[in-house]
């Protein structure tokens, strides 16, 4: 984390897909005077290394595990769906770190569809912005394990 001041070092941008819309948005790129190290600000809705916007991918998964069709690419859907059920311990810890008595049972679509739609009632900016460095890791991210 940085601990000196902030100089702003450019910006970059970012595809943000959001169903069938590309959006092209700047990322403000900030520099540690102190420590030199680079930091991006991303929006809540962005996720880091997907191009997806985070509603997209949770409107998608909550699609495929209600059994709906979704649109898009299905390779694509089922990386998403893969990475999400591989997440649903990092998830649950999440919701049980802010107070959330739950168990996980071994069905593991229906424990995904719970936390999909507690995602949702959460709030999705909300819970990307409060788990952020949950476990080491981001939601959707490849978990860091210590």
């Known amino acids: ?12 941008w970012r595809y943000g897909v959001n169903k069938k819309i590309e959006k092209r948005i700047p ?16 929006p ?14 949770i409107g998608r998964v909550r699609r495929f595990l209600n059994g709906k069709k979704v649109e898009g690419s ?23 770190d802010v107070g959330h008595q ?9 424990e995904a569809l719970k936390y999909v739609k507690m995602i949702q009632d959460f709030g999705e ?3 990307f912005r409060r788990s952020w460095g949950h476990l080491s890791s981001y939601f959707m991210g490849t978990l860091i394990l210590p």
Not at 44 to 57: G, K, N, R, S, V
Request: positive net charge; charged residues 15%; aromatic residues 14%.
């Open 1 to 12: 984390i940085a601990q000196g001041n902030l100089h702003h070092n450019g910006y970059y």
């Open 27 to 42: 990322i403000c790129r900030l520099r540690c005077l102190a420590c030199k190290v680079n930091i991006s600000i991303l």
């Open 44 to 57: 809540d809705f962005l996720i880091p290394y997907f191009q997806h916007t985070l509603h997209t991918i």
């Open 74 to 96: 299905r390779q694509q859907l089922e990386q998403h769906v893969r990475r999400f059920y591989q997440n649903l311990h990092w998830i649950h810890s999440f919701f049980a």
């Open 102 to 110: 739950l168990g996980l049972s071994k069905n593991l679509k229906k």
């Open 125 to 127: 900016s909300t819970f």
